[in-house]
């Protein structure tokens, strides 16, 4: 494969990128306009969900700023951004739906999840020290320096692809519960469908570019790697 077909991939991923999180903040922000009919706030979806599962350990809370939602299997804390928190959108719905739905993932101990937080570790060092061992190495014709430079990399790459399973999944429970439950309907299922969408969408794009990122930087230093 040449670096020049490389280099069009990585302009493509990168390009994509920006143009999936612009259509997240586009969806979120049409459906979170849309009052649910069943008057529930994000808060009390994630809870009826944890509860109709067993779950009772894990505490929800509310955190600042947008689309900050997360769960933290640590801590067992389930922390969703201030609107979705207290609002009753179908954004806010489905948002708190997808959360919870990692919830249940650690409370199943489901393996795509433990194969997640097993490469954290290796995640954090690639995106931390990575890029910029790998560019020294490349600069300096330091092949040692980019060998490890572009193993931090790979890491980085794999957690990213082995997120992608995980969060289809959190997104697969949330529509099956909120079924379960009666919290859905033919028009708010689209709603809901469509923010995890898009909120899919965003995973698959950071894989892509973590992957562009990587082919990139080893294409222009293919040159002097095995130095």
């Known amino acids: 494969m040449s670096t020049g077909f490389i280099y069009l991939i990585a302009a493509i991923a990168f390009g994509g990128s920006f143009f999936v999180k612009w259509k997240l903040k586009r969806t979120y922000r049409i459906w979170s306009q849309v009052e649910n009919q069943y008057g529930v706030t994000g808060a009390q979806t994630a809870d009826a969900i944890l509860r109709d599962n067993g779950v009772t350990h894990v505490e929800i809370q509310r955190v600042r700023g947008k689309l900050t939602d997360h769960y933290d299997p640590v801590k067992d804390i389930l922390r969703l951004s201030k609107t979705n928190f207290s609002t009753t ?47 020294v190495g490349m600069l300096f014709g330091n092949g040692t320096l980019l060998r490890i430079g572009v193993f931090l990399l790979a890491g980085m790459m794999l957690f990213q692809i082995a997120t992608l399973p995980v969060e289809f999944n959190a997104s697969k429970r949330a529509l099956d519960n909120l079924e379960r439950l009666g919290l859905s309907d033919p028009e708010q299922r689209e709603g809901v469908e469509k923010v995890l969408r898009a909120a899919a969408l965003t995973y698959v794009a950071a894989a892509a570019t973590s992957i562009a990122y990587f ?11 095995v130095a």
């Open 89 to 135: 959108s179908v954004a806010a719905m489905a948002v708190s739906a997808h959360e919870a739905g990692h919830a249940l993932q650690d409370a199943n101990d489901d393996l795509r999840l433990k194969l997640r937080k097993f490469l954290v570790p290796m995640a954090a060092l690639g995106a931390r020290f990575g890029p910029m061992v790998a560019i």
């Open 215 to 225: 082919a990139t930087l080893f294409a222009r230093s293919r040159g002097n790697f």
